[in-house]
């Protein structure tokens, strides 16, 4: 026996060819401690010799293997077994006719076809013969004459060096009378499909076939997207955009296998439940239950889990699937926000556009926020354009503005702020006197939409209700209450209840007359009255 170190170093061994040297790697020394196992770095070509010379592996005592002695000389040969692919589709011109489609990964023995046995549960084995569709792809029609049970399609090919490979596929099928509540699951207890007494108008053949699924996110490739295997060779549908069944793709994950619930479209009334198992070790999160589209994509149905099953009502027949959402809808605004400039409007206009491929956006959860307050509706539009307008006047100033959305799986995104200034004309807000009626000073607070409210921009006079001027007041107190659309900039003055001459005024009734000019505009000017009990 070699030793484990020695027999698992790849700089002791060197495979060559006519062509050159190929590399090995993934050595691994079997059980026995006398056999090798390894890969080499290119497929090896049938009838091709190859010399392997092994220089200083040692066994237990130390004598090391040298190439004049451990070399020897080889013909490649195919010693792997053919890799089927096996499907079975229905057929729309008759609900007890199905489609199977066989596919190989290389060409058979003598450029022969599979051979496919069909064995119903309640009937005896049937030979069908494959036609050729296209190259090493072939399908066969086949008639299901029983009513209930399983049915088994048996396909073996061998390749032109003799080996041998058989894949089997089982399928349920069922008679549903219209009158009796009935269900039908898929051979492997997966999928399963319920009947109420109002589901079908009348009796249906139904049946659930299995799918693989293929999975392609590439946007370069035509076959981009997520389609049970060979259905591209026998089904032509209108497919929606490449690229677009390409970002479905990246955004699902398929689970397990997909299921074909096949009956006649004549005979649904209400529709029929579909409740789909999770896969053992399956976490819930971001599931849900699909449906396959005739534009190929797929679109979520259903969501609620219960026991680790989820379901979903009203449905029509169709492929079905659990597929895992795992990316939040993607946000982009379009608008173009100057950095060098202020805004000119209190309530501008955004809009941007929103992308969701997978389980769907959830339209209540897009919203928009400024400056971190209370979330806003956002106008979501067919196309996935979003227009957003602040539901009131912004302030003067600085604002940063996010959206947020959510998918039906719960898939969060928040966009990164969006920093942008407004410059509006001023306007004054509420004038409000604290405490009315006052007894030793009182409190005069003016809002306003802008920050930049100097204190020689604001007078206050105030007058008795005789029209007599009684003071001058100057010199406001900026206060900052709030932030976002309900900012406001409070600016406080006090008085004191003195006339300008430094004396108590009689108690009563005066008007306190505020006039704000705007920062911008000097010559412009903002005036209120207010009364101070």
Not at 310 to 335: E, K, Y
Request: hydrophobic share 40%.
């Amino acid at each position: 026996q070699v030793t484990e170190s020695t027999a698992q170093t790849a700089s002791n061994y060197e495979l060559k060819s006519s062509s050159g040297t190929l590399v090995l790697s993934n050595l691994q020394l079997l059980a026995d401690g006398l056999s090798v196992t390894a890969s080499a770095s290119e497929a090896l070509a049938e009838g091709t010799s190859y010399t392997l010379t092994v220089n200083g592996v040692e066994d237990r005592f130390q004598n090391r293997s040298t190439g004049d002695l451990a070399s020897f000389t080889f013909r490649g040969a195919d010693v792997t077994p053919p890799v089927i692919t096996l499907a079975a589709f229905s057929n729309a011109g008759n609900e007890r006719d199905i489609i199977i489609a066989v596919k190989t990964n290389e060409a058979l023995l003598n450029g022969g076809s599979p051979a496919l046995t069909v064995t119903p549960s309640t009937g005896t084995a049937v030979s069908v013969s494959l036609a050729q569709a296209q190259p090493l792809t072939w399908t066969a029609g086949y008639h299901l004459s029983s009513n209930v049970g399983y049915v088994v399609l048996s396909v073996t090919a061998t390749d032109a060096a003799g080996n041998s490979s058989t894949k089997s596929l089982t399928f349920s099928i069922a008679t549903v009378n219209a009158n009796i509540a009935a269900s039908l699951s898929s051979a492997d207890g997966m999928m399963t499909a319920g009947f109420d007494r109002k589901s079908l108008k009348n009796q249906a053949f139904v049946k659930i076939l299995p799918h693989e699924l293929d999975y392609i996110d590439s946007y370069t490739s035509k076959t981009a997207g997520i389609k049970p295997k060979l259905s591209a060779a026998l089904r032509r549908s209108a497919a929606i955009s490449a690229a677009k069944l390409a970002s479905q793709a990246s955004e699902l994950v398929p689970l397990g296998l997909a299921y074909e619930i096949s009956l006649s479209q004549a005979a649904i009334g209400r529709g029929f439940s579909v409740n789909a198992k999770l896969p053992a070790g399956i976490a819930k999160t971001g599931v849900a239950l699909f449906r396959q589209a005739a534009d190929q994509s797929w679109q979520a149905i259903g969501g609620r889990e219960s026991n680790g099953t989820i379901s979903s009502t009203g449905n029509v027949p169709g492929t079905f699937a659990l597929l895992r959402d795992v990316m939040a809808p993607r946000v982009s605004i379009t608008t173009k926000v100057p950095v060098d400039a202020p805004l000119s409007t209190a309530r501008p206009r955004f809009e941007g556009r929103v992308e969701e491929y997978g389980s769907g956006l959830n339209p209540d959860s897009m919203v928009a926020r400024i400056d971190g307050e209370s979330a806003q509706p956002v106008t979501l539009l067919e196309d996935g354009s979003i227009v957003f307008v602040p539901l009131e006047d912004l302030t003067g100033g600085c604002h940063e503005l996010v959206f947020e959305a959510e998918d039906a799986a719960g898939n969060r995104t928040v966009t990164k702020a969006v920093r942008f200034a407004v410059q509006v004309p001023l306007s004054i807000g509420e004038i409000s006197i604290y405490p009315n009626p006052a007894r030793i000073r009182s409190t005069i607070r003016i809002s306003a939409n802008r920050r930049d409210v100097d204190p020689d921009l604001v007078d206050i006079d105030i007058y008795d209700t005789a029209g007599h001027r009684v003071r001058t007041l100057s010199g406001v107190n900026p206060v900052r209450e709030a932030a976002g659309a309900s900012a406001r900039f409070l600016y406080d003055m006090v008085w004191d209840l003195r006339n300008d001459d430094d004396e108590t005024v009689a108690n009563g009734v005066y008007l306190a007359r505020v006039t704000v000019r705007d920062p911008d505009n000097p010559d412009r000017k903002v005036k209120k009255i207010h009364k101070i009990a």
